[in-house]
């Protein structure tokens, strides 16, 4: 196998937690702007579109949502917004929604910054709002440890599509070969990067919201851990 130089990771349920409790924060978020305004907004239906929103990339050959246009779906629950304030106040909720209720657990800061000592280490996202990422990772205070942040909004193809891992590759400039990547989402991370040309390693430590099993036809993983803390371990054994 070719040498690893690069570590290239997913965010949500991988770094960080991503799941019941950073969802109810958006909800909350999102509920309380619209009774600012008057209006209220029937859980089962907020829920059910957000899940739609979620999973259509992945019946729409891959094309990202707009965060704007998402967040104008959930204010049409309840109202027309010609104007797009109330959209506006929407997204600018949600933003601040997401980076309050992300942690970053020490032992994670604590890896990164020890293959930072001895790999290039890259990001790769899926999530419409750029601003809602980034803005996490600095205030976490790791942004800076990695050599590249890709997020599939800013590049409108959402994993597993190629053109997602294809603007990390290239930010990067590396060759899919001589990079590994973690995540924790079979379809997504496992199945795309692997189509990239990349090692593919399964994180088993998260439950994704959104949950895709092993086909038939599908592609192996490199590794299967079931904690972060396995892959040092994991890395040094392919040196």
Same mark, same amino acid.
């Given at each position: 196998?070719?040498?690893? /130089?690069? *570590?290239?990771?997913? @965010?949500?349920?991988?770094? =960080? !937690?991503?799941?019941?409790?950073?969802?109810?924060?958006?909800?909350?978020?999102?509920?309380?702007?619209?009774?600012?305004?008057?209006? /209220? *907004?029937?859980?089962?239906?907020?829920?059910?579109?957000?899940? /739609?929103?979620?999973?259509?990339?992945?019946?729409?050959?891959?094309?990202?949502?707009?965060?704007?246009?998402?967040?104008?779906? =959930?204010?049409?629950?309840? /109202?027309?917004?010609? $104007?797009?304030?109330?959209?506006?106040?929407?997204?600018?909720?949600?933003?601040?929604?997401?980076?309050?209720?992300?942690?970053?657990?020490?032992?994670?800061?604590?890896?990164?910054?020890?293959?930072?000592?001895? @790999?290039?280490?890259?990001?790769?996202?899926?999530?419409?709002?750029? *601003?809602?990422? =980034?803005?996490?990772?600095?205030?976490?205070?790791?942004?800076?440890?990695?050599?590249?942040?890709? #997020?599939?909004?800013?590049?409108?193809?959402?994993?597993?599509?190629?053109?997602?891992?294809?603007?990390?590759?290239?930010?990067?400039? =590396?060759?899919?070969?001589?990079?590994? @990547?973690?995540?924790?989402?079979?379809?997504? $991370? #496992?199945?795309?990067?692997?189509?990239?040309?990349?090692? !593919?390693?399964?994180?088993?430590?998260?439950?994704?919201?959104?949950?895709?099993?092993?086909?038939?036809? $599908?592609?192996?993983? $490199?590794?299967?851990?079931?904690?972060?803390?396995?892959?040092?371990?994991?890395?040094?054994?392919?040196?």
């Amino acid at each position: 196998m070719a040498p690893v /130089s690069a *570590v290239l990771f997913d @965010y949500g349920n991988t770094l =960080i !937690a991503f799941g019941p409790d950073q969802q109810a924060a958006q909800a909350e978020a999102m509920t309380r702007v619209l009774a600012e305004a008057g209006f /209220s *907004v029937d859980e089962e239906k907020l829920t059910a579109v957000r899940m /739609s929103q979620i999973m259509r990339p992945y019946h729409s050959g891959g094309v990202e949502n707009v965060f704007a246009d998402v967040c104008r779906e =959930i204010v049409e629950l309840v /109202s027309d917004d010609a $104007d797009g304030i109330l959209t506006q106040k929407l997204m600018s909720a949600r933003q601040q929604a997401f980076w309050e209720s992300v942690q970053l657990a020490p032992e994670v800061v604590d890896l990164l910054n020890r293959l930072k000592q001895h @790999y290039r280490l890259g990001f790769l996202s899926n999530y419409p709002c750029s *601003v809602s990422i =980034i803005t996490s990772l600095k205030k976490l205070g790791v942004h800076d440890l990695f050599d590249a942040v890709v #997020v599939s909004g800013d590049v409108g193809f959402a994993k597993p599509h190629p053109q997602a891992y294809a603007a990390l590759l290239d930010a990067m400039r =590396i060759q899919p070969e001589n990079a590994v @990547y973690v995540g924790d989402n079979w379809l997504a $991370d #496992v199945q795309g990067a692997k189509r990239a040309g990349m090692r !593919a390693v399964w994180l088993r430590e998260h439950v994704p919201y959104e949950r895709f099993d092993p086909e038939p036809g $599908d592609l192996e993983a $490199d590794a299967e851990i079931a904690s972060l803390g396995e892959l040092e371990q994991l890395l040094d054994s392919w040196l």
